[in-house]
């Protein structure tokens, strides 16, 4: 990784377009295609800030259904790859150094948080999150948070692994509040610790 040499530093392969910036969009472009095919409800794709990794996402989804449609997803992206003769990695550093990990991004809310005035319902979850935190970074990673503790350092669009944080529209933040739900007082919020290979 990656064959052409060593690439530059991070910047400009997020959301990035051109042979020099993005590697494996014909992956990603099949791997969308097969799931919404299959009936997995996609909702986007993106190139990430390391060069050859990507983002899927998938959702909206109602409670546990989740789970299923998310390893379906992974499934397929295994056997897309397949045809390509490439490996998908879903470790939360792959490459070690200065690049950003993955994550497995948990959007939520209930429907309380989703009416007029919902952001009390947002904040008083936030709280009950922060509480729980070292037992819920225990299980956002199959080793017991052992491999998400290479990602979350507080560099990278990361909070610290051991520090409880959240915020509007901080990407450095445990949980986030987006730009938009806070501006309208309503809606869901962004739980950014669990990693890319948690089990759904």
């Not at 390509?84 to 309380?112: L, M």
């Not at 319902?121 to 819920?136: F, Q, S, V, W, Y």
Request: glycine share 12%; charged share 20%.
């Amino acid at each position: 990784w990656p064959d052409l040499g060593y690439p530059a530093p991070q910047g400009k392969y997020h959301c990035g377009v051109g042979a020099t910036n993005i590697f494996g969009r014909e992956v990603t472009e099949s791997h969308l295609a097969a799931c919404l095919y299959a009936g997995i409800k996609m909702s986007g794709t993106n190139a990430e800030t390391m060069p050859s990794s990507w983002e899927f996402q998938v959702g909206p989804c109602e409670g546990i259904e989740m789970g299923d449609q998310l390893w379906m997803a992974r499934y397929l992206l295994q056997t897309v790859a397949e045809d390509f003769k490439v490996i998908v990695s879903f470790d939360p550093k792959p490459i070690p150094g200065d690049w950003n990990g993955a994550g497995c991004h948990c959007n939520y809310s209930t429907a309380e948080m989703r009416q007029a005035g919902g952001l009390t319902a947002i904040n008083a979850a936030i709280e009950k999150l922060a509480g729980r935190h070292d037992t819920h970074i225990k299980h956002y990673d199959p080793k017991g948070g052992a491999e998400n503790r290479r990602r979350l350092t507080g560099l990278h669009e990361t909070a610290h692994i051991e520090k409880f944080s959240s915020g509007v529209a901080d990407r450095t933040a445990s949980v986030r509040i987006p730009r938009q739900v806070a501006s309208d007082g309503c809606g869901y919020l962004e739980d950014r610790r669990p990693s890319s290979n948690c089990d759904p």
